[in-house]
T-cell receptor, first 112, second 109 residues
Framework: KAGVTQTPRYLIKTRGQQVTLSCSPI?????VSWYQQTPGQGLQFLFE???????NKGNFPGRFSGRQFSNSRSEMNVSTLELGDSALYLC???????????FGNGTRLTVT | KNEVEQSPQNLTAQEGEFITINCSYS?????LHWLQQHPGGGIVSLFM???GKKKHGRLIATINIQEKHSSLHITASHPRDSAVYIC???????????FGAGTILRVKS
């Protein structure tokens, strides 16, 4: 069974630009969640989607948004990039929110 | 004070030693996850538990809901166990994970 796939693996963007990251969950998993990891703040929850509905959102500005498609694939978007958005962005999928998480390898975003 | 506290922050052990990593949380939870992250970023879920104890190979995780405390034990530690171990509490008020800062474990041969 294929694991969680995140694309792209690496991205370099300039301040003010926007970026879209993609996450394909394990087949059959309907819950997809996104996380930001930085050396200073560690891992932080961004949002969680289940069956195309955002069920919870972390404490991030509105520049961070996401969506989930009918095939459970998910995208997250960051608009008006800031230097502080440089981070490893991870997504995870699970059958339900009370099931074990399966993480992708992440997208490393560098904002210059 | 963080909602999820881990200790110790850093841990160095000799191969074969018994290792314990602790996690205390102040929020109400539906479950608690233990995660392992190797250099390069990949995260693996080790355990998800809401009560009692779980065991997988040399790894054991326990949780005491009343005391809001969980422990991860590694028996007969090995250099390949060197990684960052992270506990994460799944809030009972939504599908939101709150993470500890992680414990950096180094096992020397």
């Amino acid at each position: 069974k294929a694991g969680v796939t995140q694309t792209p693996r690496y991205l370099i963007k300039t301040r003010g630009q926007q970026v879209t990251l993609s996450c394909s969950p394990i087949s059959g998993h309907r819950s997809v969640s996104w996380y930001q990891q930085t050396p200073g703040q560690g891992l932080q929850f961004l949002f969680e989607y289940f069956s195309e509905t955002q069920r919870n959102k972390g404490n991030f500005p509105g520049r961070f948004s996401g969506r989930q498609f009918s095939n459970s694939r998910s995208e997250m978007n960051v608009s008006t990039l800031e230097l502080g958005d440089s981070a490893l962005y991870l997504c995870a999928s699970s059958l339900t929110y009370l099931s074990p998480l399966h993480f992708g390898n992440g997208t490393r975003l560098t904002v210059t | 004070k963080n909602e999820v506290e881990q200790s110790p922050q850093n841990l160095t052990a000799q191969e074969g030693e018994f290792i314990t990593i602790n996690c205390s949380y102040s929020v109400g939870i539906s479950a608690l996850h233990w995660l392992q992250q190797h250099p390069g970023g990949g995260i693996v879920s080790l355990f998800m538990l809401s009560s009692g104890k779980k065991k997988h190979g040399r790894l054991i995780a326990t949780i005491n809901i009343q005391e809001k405390h969980s422990s991860l034990h590694i028996t007969a530690s090995h250099p390949r166990d060197s990684a960052v171990y992270i506990c994460a509490a799944l809030s009972e008020y939504g599908n939101k994970l709150v993470f500890g800062a992680g414990t950096i474990l180094r096992v020397k041969s």
